[in-house]
């Protein structure tokens, strides 16, 4: 059974702060690793993914990938009101598939 | 920027109908999925497809769902003699073709699906 845990939440963070999501996965054999943010009643949005250990920026958003750890986690700098959303961590096998973790649901308070 | 369209958007129907539901992938995508997402749980693989047959399906995908392309453009889910406990948002997806950095799924709007 490939498992992808995440702390549920609520995380609250102030306005401008640094958010930090984590995720861990059950499945070494894990290759892609993606961050989806979804609104409530809407679909999964791609915010970034990753494939290499180490760091991956793009813009505000900072994902990191431990494969030794099995360990993914995405950063969010200066986080903004519009950042309030549940970011669903993803882990693809070798199938192709996607296993979602539940979530961790974002409040940033202006 | 091309996107995944889903139709309809919200479907409501009686237990023991069948429903289909209705996708029309990325234009030059060639790998499409479905998940589904229970109110309040998280998204759940269901089923792949690539070159006109299933790649994979998870337990949920029994003999009560099928899937089908039925000409170049749509991707259809159809579920037999609905149950209320598929009562949940569909999702459709698809990536494009290619090595390592072209994995992304693309996910469509969904359809929320509730069983009477």
């Known amino acids: 059974q490939k498992e992808v845990e995440q702390n549920s939440g609520p995380l609250s963070v102030p306005e401008g702060a640094i958010a930090s999501l984590n995720c861990t996965y059950s499945?070494?054999?894990?290759?892609?690793f993606f961050w989806y943010r979804q609104y409530s009643g809407k679909s999964p949005e791609l915010i970034m993914s990753i494939y290499s250990n180490g760091d991956k920026e793009d813009g505000r958003f900072t994902a990191q990938l431990n494969k030794a750890s099995q360990y993914v986690s995405l950063l969010i700098r200066d986080s903004q009101p519009s950042d309030s959303a549940t970011y669903l961590c993803?882990?693809?096998?070798?199938?192709?598939?996607?296993?979602f973790g539940t979530g961790t649901r974002l409040t940033v308070i202006p | 920027e091309p996107e995944v369209t889903q139709t309809p958007s919200h479907q409501v129907t009686q237990m023991g109908q069948e429903v289909i539901l209705r996708c029309v992938p990325i234009?030059?995508?060639?790998?499409f999925y479905w998940y589904r997402q229970i109110l309040g749980q998280k998204v759940e693989f269901l089923v792949s497809?690539?070159?006109?047959?299933?790649?994979?399906k998870s337990e949920i995908f029994d003999d009560q769902f099928s899937v089908e392309r039925p000409d170049g453009s749509n991707f259809t889910l159809k579920i037999r003699s609905t149950k209320l406990e598929d009562s949940a948002m569909y999702f459709c997806?698809?990536?494009?073709?290619?090595?390592?950095?072209?994995?992304?799924?693309?996910f469509g709007p969904g359809t929320r699906l509730t069983v009477l």
């Open positions: 234009s030059n995508h060639l790998y």
């Open positions: 499945d070494r054999g894990s290759q892609s």
């Open positions: 997806a698809s990536r494009p073709p290619g090595l390592t950095g072209a994995d992304t799924q693309y």
């Open positions: 497809f690539y070159n006109n047959e299933i790649s994979e």
């Open positions: 993803a882990v693809q096998t070798g199938a192709n598939n996607l296993f």
